[in-house]
């Protein structure tokens, strides 16, 4: 059979109903955290159950069964060789794959799958100490029993799809997991280039959620940081690196394209890495000195385009502070007597509604500011 010229074509893969005995967790699935990435099936069926919210799952197939309409895609393990290019509508791939004894690795599908063997498995969850869990009708146990699947021959081929349905598609990953998945695809041969052609992306975003991912590889490499915070809230780093000033801070190109991709920001620029982590996700001594995303466009890309701003906000993680310098100090002094002024005069006009002990004493310590104010200024 001719080489396919998209990855689209060659359909009809085959689908075919198997035991759930023959079904395997994805260890190298992308939504799962680093630490737990090619951990053994048990650790991998645990973090499904705390993180995923498999509950959710399990309520509705213990009423529903299972809809075939939305079948599970798996590769077969241990695949021979001479089988691994096979058209997956031939002869020797589908009398491999039909084989009782092959079993597959679902590789999109994995928390129906871990619901399901959580829900026929009384072993298994009281290993996860599951004490309250849906109970099966004995017809509702046989549905889910087999499984209907959809069967790539190697996982290379199933990249593309998985890309569009979590990247672009309805059911997307969160940030740091397509980011990752798009570093499995070009550590795989592809360019970014490609990889973007492949899901669809018109947007150029593959080009910066790869870039991000390759910049968080390059702190974790130089610093030894733990970066736990930053890759749980990766979308932070997506909207700091869409500013401007930002990335002339870090020493990264206007264009995406013309990063050295390997190593991101020049080494002269590795401390002002680690200082906009810290400033963004903080660090294992300090808070972050944002509160909010927002924080990022409108403070933090003014501050650090501006070296007193930058020193302020090192010295003392006062955003709002290293803000009000952005224009240089002489001009923050200059708006802080404006609105110092404003508010007194304001006082001005009601002050004599209100003599009271507590009034006199704030004016009386208003007098004695202004006084050193001005002889300072005036020396």
Partial sequence: MPAAKFPGQGRKRPQLDLKVEQLHLDSYNPRLPED???KPEADILSTLYQDFFLDEIAES????GYFDEEPLVGIPEKLPRKLKNAD???R???TFIKEKDTEFTIVEGNRRLATIRLLLNASEREKLRIKTWPTLSTEVA?????LPVIVYPTRVEIIPYLGVRHIIGI???DSYAKARYIAMMVKDGRTVDEVGDLIGDKQGSVNKQYLSYKLLDQAEAEFDLDLTKAKQDFSLLLLALGQGNIKQFLGLPKRTKDTNIEEPVPREKLEDLKDVLSWIFGDSKRLPVIKESRDITNYLSHVVASSEAVKYLKDRRDLTGAYDRTDGEEKMLLKYLNAANSKLEGALGIAHRHRTFEVI???ERCEQTAKT???TVKE
């Fill in 36 to 38: 737990k990435q090619g």
């Fill in 61 to 64: 197939m213990s009423r529903n």
């Fill in 88 to 90: 997956p509508q031939s």
């Fill in 92 to 94: 020797d791939f589908l």
């Fill in 142 to 146: 046989d549905d889910l029993a087999v």
């Fill in 171 to 173: 059911q997307k990953w």
């Fill in 361 to 363: 004493a704030q004016a």
């Fill in 373 to 375: 104010l001005v002889k």
